[in-house]
């Protein structure tokens, strides 16, 4: 299973490097019980955020950099240390996976990622943590790899069961808010007019990249759902399989 936090759910997105302490612990609580109660494989992605998200944009504009790198990974690595340590202390056995020192991109796509690495910490009941990050780009020199963009490439490569893509909205919204309850690769060809994007600084492409992302792994016969990761509980609810927020599937 794969579990992915938005960094609009564990950071104040308008701020920068600023991050919701209370949510990041209260999550680590929710998956802890999970983990208590399940044998079940998880494998944890986070968003970065106001952490990674201010100084890629500023570097995206310029062209990257080393140095532009090396402070947008160090923001990105910030947070997602705030998060081991927060499912550590809860009792959650948590490693950090860095896309950077773990994935391979060409113009944007992922085309190496160390999977076995992976498959190793899940059968040794550790949870595996991995994050929005800048990667190293063949084409590029480097590019930013979204959270959104791992889940993907993550639930094919690992053959996974159940994706979940927490956000801090109740899930897909139409034109008029309220919660779009199914989506499917052919509802999404006149549903994708209403979905409106991100507000805040954004370099991922807000709501609409991430369901286009996740309509791509429906064809494959992968569902997924978006839900609010932000109201207590729901994070558990997801975990242990029930209906909450948007499902996307391919029928």
């Known amino acids: 299973m794969i579990l992915k936090i938005g960094g609009s759910v564990i950071t104040e997105k308008h701020a920068v490097s600023k991050a919701k302490r209370e949510e990041i612990d209260r999550i680590a609580h929710e998956i802890a019980q999970f983990k208590i109660n399940t044998t079940e494989a998880l494998v944890l992605v986070h968003g970065a955020g106001s952490f990674g998200h201010p ?6 504009n310029e062209g990257f950099d080393a140095q532009g790198v090396y402070l947008t990974h160090s923001a990105v690595k910030e947070l997602n240390s705030m998060v081991l340590d927060s499912l550590n ?3 959650v056995r948590a490693l950090p996976v860095h896309p950077l ?3 391979l991109l060409e113009n944007g796509k992922i085309v190496d990622f160390q999977i076995e690495k992976l498959r190793i910490m899940l059968d040794r009941g550790i949870l595996p943590v991995l994050h929005g990050d800048v990667v190293i780009d063949r084409l590029k020199g480097a590019a930013v790899l979204s959270g959104d963009r791992i889940i993907p490439y993550l639930a094919t490569a690992m053959n996974a069961s159940k994706i979940g893509a927490g956000s801090n909205v109740d899930g897909v919204l139409d034109n008029k808010g309220a919660v779009i309850k199914k989506i499917t690769p052919i509802s999404f060809v006149d549903i994708k007019k209403q979905i409106s994007g991100a507000a805040a600084t954004d370099v991922t492409g807000g709501m609409l990249s991430k369901v286009s992302e996740l309509i791509e792994l429906a064809k494959n016969g992968i569902s997924s759902r978006i839900f609010n990761a932000s109201r207590k509980g729901m994070v558990s609810k997801f975990l ?10 391919d029928k």
Do not use: F, H, N, P
Request: hydrophobic content about 35%; glycine content about 14%; some cysteine.
């Open 89 to 91: 202390r809860a009792g």
């Open 101 to 103: 020192s773990s994935c």
């Open 240 to 249: 242990y399989g029930e209906d909450v927020g948007t499902l996307i599937s």
């Open 55 to 60: 100084q890629a944009m500023k570097w995206v």
